[in-house]
């Protein structure tokens, strides 16, 4: 009966196997590496850019679960004539190198700085941060802010948000160094309708943007080592977060931020309330929004990053 079980379960593993390399392929080919591939502390980064290479500077960080292709169809349009734009993957996203250590803000703040400075050398930027991408963007503001014009955080994570775990269930397996292998070459096969199933909550009560999914590539998300990486990054988050909220009073630079009042994902109290106490910043509060404002309020986000960029009032 034990080998039985043994031969079945090798079995189970296999199919799974096959199933995600199958699945990684075709993703993939869907979704290739259309940015530039450039190296960063000896690890690789896939970077988008668009624009001019003599103009003003922004630098943009998704979110969890994401790629830099969620800004490609949604803000990088309406800045790209006369900015420089760069998307950046983060560590283990997209077509960024995941490597030991990345899981940290510190880690994922060194990588950005490193876009910066090899693809706008000598060049501040406007750095904008989307979610988990905007503690990111905190880092790397705290961090060198040398590099650093202003932050546009775009419904960010900024604190340790107390008791619970506050993240999904999935992630504490995927992230197991024991487990965590095997569950992750399960999630192409049950992942995509779940996926798809769930987007509209993140954006309620706005609508869905049609095309969402494809357009933002999220099934990069379910290759195996991809999903992994951002379930390192949900576990580690917390206490990440509890130590980096201790140093928000050294930021000098001016910061906006966009919040939807009924976000759902991060709670406006726990996170966007908490980090106005602490520095001086322009909050807006966006009452029709959820977790995604450069969606639904694309024009008012990118008219955020031309005032930081140009120091004035820009349409």
Sequence with gaps: MITVSLVALSGLGLGACVSSMAYTSKVETAFPAEGRQIEVNGHGVHVFARGHETAPVVLMIHGASANAREFTWTLAPRLEADMRVLMADRPGHGYSQRFDGAETLAAQARQMAGVLEQLAPGQKAVVTGHSFGGAVALRLALDRPDLVTGLVLLAPVTHDWGEG???????????????????????????????????????????????????????????????????????????????????????????????????????????????????????????????????????????????????????
Excluded: C
């Excluded at 199933?197 to 969402?212: K, L, M």
């Excluded at 928000?248 to 109290?269: A, I, N, W």
């Design 165 to 315: 775990s506050g993240m999904a269930w999935y992630n504490s397996i995927a992230a197991s160094p024991i487990v965590g292998p095997v569950f992750s070459q399960l999630v192409p096969i049950v992942g995509p309708p779940q996926m798809k199933n769930g987007i509209s909550s993140v954006f309620a009560p706005a609508p869905t943007p049609e095309g969402y999914y494809q357009n933002s590539g999220l099934g990069l998300l379910l290759r195996p080592p991809n999903f992994r990486a951002n379930a390192q990054d949900m576990t580690r988050l917390k206490a990440e977060l509890a130590e980096q909220s201790e140093r928000y009073g050294e930021l000098t630079v001016p910061v906006t931020l966009f919040s939807g009042s009924q976000d759902t994902v991060l709670s406006p109290k726990l996170h966007a309330a908490r980090l106005k106490k602490q520095i001086p910043l322009e909050l807006v509060i966006l009452p029709d929004e959820g977790h995604m404002p450069h969606h639904g309020e694309g024009g008012a986000v990118s008219g955020a990053i031309r005032r930081l960029a140009f120091g004035r009032q820009t349409r």
